[in-house]
DNA sequence: GCAATAACTTACTAAAAAGTAATATAGTTA
DNA sequence: TAACTATATTACTTTTTAGTAAGTTATTGC
């Protein structure tokens, strides 16, 4: 079991090759959101797997996290620098799956 | 649950989501290969998965499967069009990764 | 003073992905 | 004739991922 990574594809990978990483930050490139609106453009997402998905994407630094303190709750999700880096790639993926699936 | 897709991205994201068919189809972009020289490119795959997602990536129409009906046998796995239209995805993707991991 | 609210959090269960190790194949070479 | 080869395949187990449903919070509006 070797762990390291045979090329930055493979930590790249690492960062965002899940199911959902890529769609959060997706929507996020149209600028920040509130936690439940920016859930809901993401169909089939349940509950726990979206909290979980942003706070790892905080975790590694591609979204922040602002937290009103008012009631009820108010958190907007949005893309750090290092998260608006991946533009291109967000885009181009989208792109392609467009094109694709015309065929 | 809903299983609809939201966007291409989506699409996409069904297609090569996964940890190692980005891997498998990047090492694809320098030619085609023998499979246990593809195998051997990526390191901490296990048999197994190689076998399995390889498959999965010429039912999907990325790569093709030559086999050459000798002993021991011999198999080659190439790009089809289709997998070689993700090239420049996988290259951003490798890039990407290659910079940010700088920082 | 009680329900409604948004954004979680937790405990539990179910499903999917991945690992391990044994087995198959059949010509070639020692 | 027995071992070696490359490429799988299979059965089984472990690990990881994901789903479900209930609970928490604290203020506001009724």
């Known amino acids: ?11 790249t990978m690492n960062l965002i090759g899940t199911k959902w990483k890529p769609l959060i930050l997706f929507h996020l490139l149209e600028g920040d959101l509130r936690s439940g609106v920016l859930q809901k ?19 590694d630094g591609l979204v922040f996290r602002t937290v009103f303190p008012v009631v009820p709750p108010k958190v907007e999700y949005g893309l750090s ?10 885009r181009s993926l989208d792109t392609w799956g467009l094109n694709d699936c015309q065929d």
Not at 3 to 11: G, H, I, Q, W
Not at 41 to 59: A, C, D, H, W, Y
Request: contains cysteine; positive net charge; glycine residues 4%.
């Open 41 to 59: 453009k993401i169909p089939g997402i349940s509950n726990k797997m979206f909290t979980q998905t942003v706070r790892e994407l905080e975790k």
């Open 81 to 90: 620098k290092r998260g608006e880096s991946l533009e291109d790639i967000l």
């Open 1 to 11: 079991m070797n762990k390291e990574n045979s090329c930055p594809l493979n930590y």
